[in-house]
Every structure is written in structure tokens, then in C-alpha cells.
């Protein structure tokens, strides 16, 4: 029986070459690049739930693949390029190839049927994005998690820039990868930090860099610290330095400015890439560092309280925007905060679960958006729409299972998942101030969550139509329909793999709570990645309100569950009517800063202005010291050899002299030599 | 026109002055290891010897190496450097030689050769 | 008899004197004449040599050297006459066009 193991290069390297069969094929591909593309990501998919399979089986493995440098003396770190395939990833290249598979498909109807020029840069595109994420997620070390990283940024600006011949995509792509860059300026330092520190980036095994940091923490290592700093606060540091790479790349404040731009580009690429997986590549860092992290206190409660803030944050912002992107974008950066909030607050099984269940319904609702704007012509506005639900039918309803599992109703699987988000959050937090006080701007995100979801989809959906586009929409075929009946019914189900609140409350049903017991490696997988490895570690202790753990589950689930169907009661007051107003515009001034963003883009622009005098010298730097010598090295060259070609003048004599002398001296150094003097 | 000027002869001079004296401190420390000469024998003839090693036949007494392939290449040799001669002295706008040879000198005397300008009209400058 | 030290000296006397010639005649006759005094050099070692060891091989060594010095100084005075043709006179130094 062949080993899964052995596949596992191929899983990237698969959509790799519908990347490079793209680039070349041009226009002579079937569905220029489409099919290449489908059955690439298809053959990931198989690849990747066999390999989910044979973990389950117990066969998680960390591989080493290509050392391509090995150090010399005494810094004997190794660069290599592996795979680590334990219960997280294995779920992670699950859900990454199936949402790109997906993607794939529904890019025939929203690119190909509408008749997109360009698409086999597209599908170039897409097939190295998704090779490049999972390449990201079998990393089996931080450097390499890096340099795919730096990848997905790449095509994540590619591919936001494809329609560059307008104004308004190229700048976006440009804003999208300065701003992530800036974070992955950290994320570097960090990466070389954990080097100089540990001698080496892996993730698992008892030569892990967080083995290495648990042990120096409890005394038994050394590791090195700059300037004997104390080892906890150095490891804060560098933890707090990847954070840097990770809030730029999920799209947290104050790096969450470039998302929203972000949806100039395509909308199956939104879907992919800014909903589903590129932005989950810092949560799951995170996830996968866990070891780590929970080793400082500090940078969990920075983790948490940045979640906490942001989840508000950016859901105020979603609450007034016109454009059907905008309002899932902003969507996007509060759930991601969520995510963050789990992880800082000790939910290590709640992220991933939430990050599970957002890649479902946060893709489903960005297709079906996708769906609408085909159907509206590529017009945005919800404000024109109206009445679809009727002409849409299948968009509707499966746009409606999103929206009620992103509100967080019961029983739909953002219910789940961001109960169980809030559920630790505050257990944990009940000792923790920060910690708490990032659980009430969660919380407070909840309502507003429900009402800015359900205003998009009264707006849109509901009502009577507002204009000729709406009153007549384009039909869509089943490439489009086909992708979101698949994620409605992820969407409604996947809440399932992890009912905890069941099995607390209900005694006697043991067992359901699968997730757990996946990532508590209960079928197998790498020593010291387990769940239960990371709540030993970390410095939190479970508190419950109530009296008892039961009442703590069904208090915290009945405050959030009403705060959503509150939040889904207002919307439906307010929009769900045949001519709705605009409501927002009682909140006045107010109104104008949450449109604006909170001045976040004008206020980074200002940053970026003042502090030109850095980039100045930066810049003065490069082209005069680098660029320097590279010309000074050419120009020894070109200078030598202008004066030196002078010996050839031309006259016999000359030469004839060059050649006696050079005999002369030939013939002394010969003589010199052998001794004939 | 004249020699080279003052300071090329003195550089010139100064080259092959020292290549002279490198040589011939070679040799003055050589001076002594010679064997004495082993001449030829009296009654020997040098020529009929160098005659018999060209032609590779083993008659003479004195030992010398056979010659006959340099010979024949030698003879080739001196046969294209003739043609290499005529043709690099062949004047471009001219017939070939030979037509100027077989009219029996009537184009030197009276002919077309004779109507052109005289080819030593430069001189010596 | 004399020495072949003699004759070594004499050859490296004669062969400076034809380099002196190469490396300061203008005109192209005499720069091929102080070439033939070179050669003539190397020919006056091989006949010394020739005695020395009682071996024929240097003589007639010599020989094809003066013959092939003959062959040389034909193709030369082709060269001297295109110069001629050229540049209206032979001085060696006018030809320096394959410059820098």
C-alpha cells in the first residue's frame, strides 16, 4: 500500500504546473487554462484527503524534502525546504484545495461565460496562488512558511491587479502589497531572530524551536538572548515581531486598510484569496507556532485584545457601506479578528474551528456575491438591487445559509464556532482584564455582525427592485450555482465536527466533539502539536460563572445568540420592506467617519508622507553606496582596459621592442630560476 | 626617409644591449661544461654526407638524421613563396604576365605598355 | 680548436645587432636585411654545434634555413611592394592603421 507521504509534494506541485502549462499554453488552452486548472486542483483535493485519511490512520510525518544550505563553523543551522503533516495541516490542505477547486470552477461561469479577456494570466494566477498556499500550509519550518508567504502576497497583488488596464486595480494591488509588506518586514526579523536564538526555524520534533523555548524557559536550555535579556522577554519579542507579518497578512488593525481595496480585483479571486485562504495564512502561522506563543503572556493578551478590537472595529465599519465587496470585506477583517481573539485567549480548537467554518461560509458568500453581480451586470450597489430572491433562486438560498451562519444563529455553523470563540475568551478571561475586555468587544461585534449581514441581504435580496437592473437580472449556469450548493451545504453542516456545547450539556452524549479530539492528536500525530500540549502551557486557568461549567456554556450561549438575533430583528425592521431608507444616515456625523473608515487610509497615507526623510536615506544608501560599488567594480574595468589597449599603436617598431623586451625578461626569469647564472 | 629619432635608437639600443648581456652571461657561465668538440673525421666529405642525408641513403661515415621529408617540403615551400611573390606583386588593372611575354615585347615597344606613364616616375623620395 | 662559447657569443652578437636593426630601420629593404642578419644567427649556432657533436643534423639544418630565409625575403619584398603601392614609399611605419 503506497504511502500518502510520498504524495505529498505533488499536492503543490499539482496546481504548480497548471500555473506554468498557463503561463505558456496562452489562448491554444481548452477554457484558456480553466480545465488545467480545475483538474489540478481536483488531484490536490484527492491527494489532500487521502493524506487527511492516513493521518487519521496515525501516519502524521515531518519530512525533510531539499536542505538547500548548510551552515559552516559554528552557526550549523541547516535551510531546508519539508513537509509536516499532522492533524492541522492535513485539515488546512482540506479546506485550501476544496475552496480553490471550487473557485476554479465557478471562474468559468463569472470569467469565462462572461467574457473575460487576459484568462490565461488569470488562471496562471490561481494556480500559483494555490500551489504557493499549500506550499505555506506543509511548511515544516518558519523560514520556509515565510518565503511562501511572501508568495501568496505576490499573486495575491497579481491577481488583484488583473484588470490592470483600469485606474482603480493597480493602485489597489500596489496598496494591498505595500501594506502586507510592511508587516513581513518584522515577520523577517523575526524569522532571523528565531535563528540567532535557537539555531533553527522547525516547527515540530524535539529540536522545534518552541521545544527549544519551553525548555529554556523551564532551565534547561540556553538559548542566546541579545544583550542578556531575560528569556521571556525575548521571546515576546520575537513572537510580538512574527505578529507583525501576521497582522499585515490577516488583515487586523492597524494593517486591515489594504483588504478592502482589495476587492477591485476579480470576485472568485476575492473569494480565494482575501476570504478564505491567503488571509487565513496568519492565523494559522499562529496556529502553528502555538507552542510558542503560549510561552508569553504578553503577546497572547496583544493577540486577543487585537482580535477583540478589531472584530469591533471593522464590523462599525461594515454597518454603512453601499457596495455588496465592501460589506463582506469588512466582515472578513472582524471574523479574522475573532480568530485572533480565540487564539490569544487559549482557544486554540476554537480558531481553527472558526477559521474552518469562515473559509466555508465567508467563500459561499463571496461567490454568491460573485453570482449577483453577474446577475447585475457588474454593478455593486445594493442600494439598485433588490428582489432577487425570486430571480436567484438558488444564490438566495444558499447566500442565506452564509449569512445566517456568519450572524451566528443557531444551528448553523458560525454558530458553533463563535460560540465556542467566546465561550474561552471568557472562561479564560474571567482572571485575565484583557483578556475579558477583548471578550466584550467581541461580544459587542456580535449584534452588529447580525445587522450589518442581514441589512445586505434584505438590501439585496428582499424588498422591491430599485432599478432595471434588478427588475431584469442575467441568469447564471450551474458552473455558478454548482460551487455554492456544495459550500450552502458545508455551510449548514460543518458546525457538526465540533458540537461542544452538546456534549457539556447533555451528559450523555460523549464523543461528538471531533475537532478536539483531532487537534488533541486522539488519532494520532506529531509529539508536542497536540492541543492538550498547548493548554498545559498556557498561562491561563478556566474560571465559570454560575457555579459550574454547564451554566457558563448555556449563559454565554444564550447572550450571544440574542444579541444576533437582536442585531438580525433590527435589519429586518429597518430593511426588510418592499422600499427601504436609508437608515444609516440618521447616525450623521458618525455615518461620514465609519464611511471613511475611521481616516485609517488618510492617516497612513500622512504617515508615509513624514517620514519620507527615512526612505530618502534608504534610497540615498542603496544607489550610492550598493549601486556604487557594483559601477565602481565595472568601471576599474572599463577604465584599466581604456589605457591599457593603448600598447597597440600600430608600428612594427613598438611591437618589435615589447617583444624584445618581454624575451629579456622572460629569458631572466628562466635563468633566475634554473639556475643558469 | 631616415632612421628613427634620437630617443626610439636610445630605448632600442638599451633593449638589445641587455638582451646581449643576458645571453652572454648565460653563456660565459656555461663556459666550462662543454665537452671538447667532437669534429669530423679528416678524410670525411661534409658535402657528399650532407647529400647522402637528404636523400635518407646511410653511405657516410659522419651520423646525421635523414632529411628527405623536410627536402621535399622545403621544395614545396620555395614553390609557393615563387607564387606568392608573383601574385602579390601583380598589378590589379593589368593582364596577366604571361599574355605581356608572348607578343614577343610588341606591347612593351609599341603597344599599351608602352603608351602608359612610366612606373619609376616616383623615384626615390 | 675554439670553443662553442665563442661561436654563442659571436651568434648572440650578431642577433642583437639584426634585432637593432628591426627595431630602428624606417625603410622596409633594411628591415628585412637586419631580419636575414637574425637568421643568419641562429645559423652560425647550428653549424657550431654541428662540429661540436660531430653530427651533420645542425648543417644541414642550416641549409634549410637559408633556404627557407629565401622563401621568406620573396614573400617580404611582395609584402614591400604592395606597401609601395599603397602608401607611395616604404616606410615600415606608415602601415599603423591595425591600431587601438
New interface residues.
Given amino acids: 500500500m503506497v504511502s500518502a507521504s510520498a504524495y505529498v509534494p505533488a499536492i503543490v506541485l499539482l496546481p504548480f504546473v497548471s500555473f506554468i502549462v498557463a503561463l505558456f499554453g496562452r489562448e491554444n488552452l481548452p477554457k484558456r487554462g480553466a480545465y488545467g486548472g480545475i483538474a489540478a486542483t481536483a488531484g490536490s483535493l484527492a491527494l489532500s484527503l487521502w493524506v487527511l485519511l492516513s493521518v487519521r490512520n496515525g501516519e502524521a510525518f515531518q519530512e525533510t524534502y531539499y536542505t538547500w544550505a548548510t551552515g559552516v563553523g559554528a552557526q550549523d543551522w541547516t535551510l531546508t525546504f519539508g513537509a509536516l503533516i499532522d492533524p492541522l495541516s492535513a485539515l488546512m490542505l482540506v479546506i485550501v484545495s476544496l475552496v480553490a477547486m471550487l473557485v476554479h470552477v465557478f471562474s468559468l461561469g463569472y470569467m469565462n461565460d462572461e467574457g473575460e479577456r487576459d484568462l490565461p494570466r488569470y488562471y496562471a494566477g490561481l494556480g500559483l496562488f494555490t500551489a504557493s498556499m499549500l506550499g505555506f500550509v506543509i511548511a515544516d519550518n518558519l523560514l520556509m512558511a515565510f518565503m511562501f508567504f511572501e508568495l501568496v502576497g505576490l499573486c495575491s497583488y497579481l491577481l488583484i491587479g488583473f484588470h490592470f488596464r483600469e485606474p482603480g486595480p493597480p493602485s489597489a494591488a500596489k496598496k494591498a502589497f505595500l501594506v502586507t509588506r510592511f508587516g513581513d518586514y518584522f515577520f523577517l526579523v523575526g524569522v532571523v531572530a528565531v535563528f540567532t536564538t535557537f539555531g533553527t526555524a522547525a516547527f515540530a520534533g524535539a529540536e522545534s524551536f518552541p521545544a527549544l523555548a519551553e525548555a529554556a524557559l523551564n532551565g534547561e536550555a540556553t538559548v542566546w538572548t541579545p544583550g542578556g535579556l531575560a528569556e521571556s522577554t525575548w521571546f515576546t519579542i520575537v513572537g510580538l515581531l512574527v505578529l507583525g507579518g501576521v497582522i499585515g497578512k490577516s488583515a487586523q488593525f492597524p494593517l486591515h486598510t489594504w483588504l478592502p481595496d482589495a476587492m477591485e480585483g476579480p470576485t472568485p479571486v476575492s473569494a480565494l484569496i482575501h476570504a478564505a485562504t491567503m488571509v487565513a495564512a496568519g492565523v494559522y502561522l499562529v496556529a502553528r507556532m502555538y507552542g510558542f506563543y503560549v510561552l508569553s503572556p504578553t503577546t497572547m493578551a496583544i493577540i486577543a485584545f487585537v482580535g477583540g478590537f478589531t472584530a469591533l472595529f471593522a464590523a462599525t465599519m461594515g454597518v454603512v457601506k453601499r457596495e455588496l465587496k465592501q460589506v463582506l470585506a469588512y466582515s472578513t477583517i472582524s471574523q479574522y479578528g475573532y480568530m485572533m481573539l480565540a487564539l490569544g485567549s487559549g482557544g486554540y480548537v476554537a480558531a481553527v474551528f472558526h477559521l474552518t467554518t469562515h473559509a466555508f461560509f465567508k467563500a459561499l458568500l463571496f461567490l454568491g456575491a460573485g453570482s449577483v453581480i453577474i446577475a447585475m451586470h457588474h454593478n455593486e450597489d445594493m442600494w439598485e438591487m433588490g428582489g432577487l430572491k425570486d430571480k436567484l433562486p438558488v444564490t438566495y438560498w444558499t447566500f442565506l445559509a452564509g449569512s445566517l451562519a456568519l450572524a451566528g444563529i443557531f444551528p448553523f455553523a458560525g454558530f458553533w464556532s463563535k460560540d465556542e470563540i467566546l465561550y474561552e475568551a471568557l472562561i479564560h478571561g474571567l482572571d485575565e482584564p484583557l483578556i475579558l475586555g477583548a471578550y466584550v468587544m467581541g461580544l459587542l461585534a456580535v449584534p452588529v455582525t447580525a445587522f450589518y449581514t442581514f441589512r445586505m441581504v434584505f438590501l439585496t435580496f428582499h424588498g422591491e427592485p430599485r432599478s432595471s437592473l434588478a427588475r431584469d437580472p442575467h441568469s447564471v449556469r450551474w458552473n455558478v450555482k454548482g460551487p455554492l450548493s456544495v459550500l450552502g451545504i458545508l455551510a449548514v453542516v460543518t458546525g457538526g465536527i465540533n458540537l461542544v456545547p452538546v456534549q457539556k450539556i447533555v451528559p450523555s452524549i460523549e464523543g461528538i466533539d471531533f475537532l478536539h479530539k483531532w487537534l488533541n492528536n486522539d488519532w494520532g500525530g506529531i509529539e508536542g502539536l497536540s492541543s492538550h500540549h498547548y493548554a498545559e502551557l498556557d498561562p491561563y486557568s478556566s474560571q465559570y460563572l454560575f457555579g459550574g461549567e454547564v451554566p457558563t456554556v448555556l449563559a454565554g450561549a444564550a447572550v450571544s445568540l440574542g444579541l444576533a438575533i437582536g442585531g438580525l430583528a433590527l435589519a429586518w425592521a429597518l430593511y426588510n420592506v418592499a422600499d427601504p431608507d436609508e437608515h444609516t444616515d440618521k447616525l450623521g456625523g458618525l455615518k461620514a467617519l465609519l464611511y471613511n473608515n475611521y481616516y485609517q487610509d488618510e492617516f497612513q497615507v500622512w504617515i508615509a508622507d513624514n517620514t519620507r526623510a527615512v526612505a530618502g536615506g534608504a534610497d540615498t544608501f542603496d544607489q550610492g553606496v550598493i549601486d556604487g560599488v557594483v559601477n565602481g567594480v565595472s568601471s576599474v574595468s572599463l577604465l584599466s582596459s581604456e589605457r591599457i589597449r593603448r600598447i597597440q599603436s600600430g608600428v612594427v617598431s613598438n611591437y618589435a621592442l615589447l617583444l624584445t623586451l618581454g624575451l629579456t625578461t622572460l629569458l631572466v626569469v628562466f635563468g633566475l630560476i634554473g639556475g643558469w647564472f | 626617409?631616415?632612421?628613427?629619432d634620437g630617443s626610439?635608437?636610445a630605448?632600442?639600443?638599451l633593449?638589445?644591449?641587455?638582451?646581449?648581456a643576458?645571453?652572454?652571461?648565460?653563456?660565459?657561465?656555461?663556459?666550462g661544461s662543454?665537452p671538447?668538440?667532437?669534429?669530423?673525421p679528416a678524410d670525411a666529405s661534409?658535402v657528399h654526407?650532407?647529400g647522402y642525408?637528404?636523400f635518407d641513403i646511410g653511405l657516410?661515415e659522419?651520423?646525421?638524421?635523414g632529411?628527405l621529408a623536410?627536402?621535399l617540403i622545403?621544395a614545396l615551400?620555395?614553390d609557393?613563396?615563387?607564387d606568392?611573390?608573383?601574385?602579390?606583386?601583380k598589378r590589379e588593372d593589368e593582364g596577366s604576365i604571361v599574355s605581356a611575354l608572348t607578343d614577343g615585347g610588341r606591347d612593351i615597344v609599341a603597344g599599351d605598355v608602352a603608351e602608359r606613364e612610366p612606373a619609376d616616375e616616383?623615384g626615390d623620395? | 680548436m675554439v670553443p662553442p662559447e665563442y661561436y654563442l657569443v659571436l651568434s648572440s652578437a650578431i642577433f642583437c645587432i639584426g634585432l637593432f636593426g628591426i627595431l630602428t630601420r624606417r625603410n622596409a629593404l633594411y628591415f628585412l636585411m637586419s631580419a636575414e642578419l637574425m637568421l643568419n644567427a641562429a645559423v652560425i649556432n647550428l653549424v657550431a654545434f654541428s662540429f661540436q657533436w660531430g653530427n651533420l643534423t645542425g648543417q644541414t639544418f642550416a641549409l634549410f634555413v637559408i633556404a627557407l630565409a629565401a622563401a621568406e625575403v620573396a614573400v617580404g619584398i611582395g609584402i614591400v611592394l604592395v606597401l609601395y603601392r599603397n602608401f607611395g614609399e616604404i616606410d615600415v611605419l606608415n602601415a599603423a592603421t591595425m591600431r587601438w
Avoid at chain 2, 633593449?15 to 646581449?20: D, E, K, N, P
Avoid at chain 2, 643576458?22 to 663556459?31: D, P, S
Avoid at chain 2, 671538447?36 to 669530423?40: A, E, R, S
Fill in positions: 626617409m631616415t632612421d628613427t626610439d635608437r630605448s632600442a639600443a633593449a638589445v644591449t641587455a638582451l646581449f643576458v645571453l652572454t652571461t648565460v653563456v660565459v657561465g656555461a663556459a662543454f671538447d668538440p667532437t669534429g669530423f661534409i654526407n650532407i642525408a637528404l657516410g659522419i651520423p646525421a638524421e632529411f623536410a627536402f622545403i615551400a620555395l609557393v613563396a615563387l606568392a611573390a608573383i601574385y602579390l606583386a616616383g623620395r
